[in-house]
């Protein structure tokens, strides 16, 4: 059970890491370039750019909250 405990531990702490927002703006930004790329509606080419663009703005938006505290 310890082992179990240990394992669940690493995996949370390197996926979470210090900032659960990160962690949440990359499955945001997955969330929202998968099924276009599922469905074909953009290019290769085209999802990078868009799944790039989401990030960032995540993490610009994660920066503004964590700088106005």
């Given at each position: 059970m310890?082992?179990?405990?240990?394992?669940?531990?690493?995996?949370?702490?390197?996926?979470?890491?210090?900032?659960?927002?990160?962690?949440?703006a990359?499955?945001?930004?997955?969330?929202?370039?998968?099924?276009?790329?599922?469905?074909?509606?953009?290019?290769?080419?085209?999802?990078?750019?868009v799944?790039?663009?989401?990030?960032?703005?995540?993490?610009?938006?994660?920066?503004?909250?964590?700088?106005?505290?």
């Amino acid at each position: 059970m310890k082992f179990l405990k240990g394992f669940a531990m690493f995996w949370y702490d390197f996926i979470i890491g210090d900032d659960w927002k990160i962690a949440a703006a990359v499955v945001a930004a997955l969330a929202l370039t998968v099924p276009a790329m599922t469905a074909g509606v953009l290019s290769g080419t085209a999802l990078v750019i868009v799944s790039a663009v989401a990030l960032f703005v995540f993490f610009t938006v994660s920066m503004i909250v964590d700088v106005r505290r």
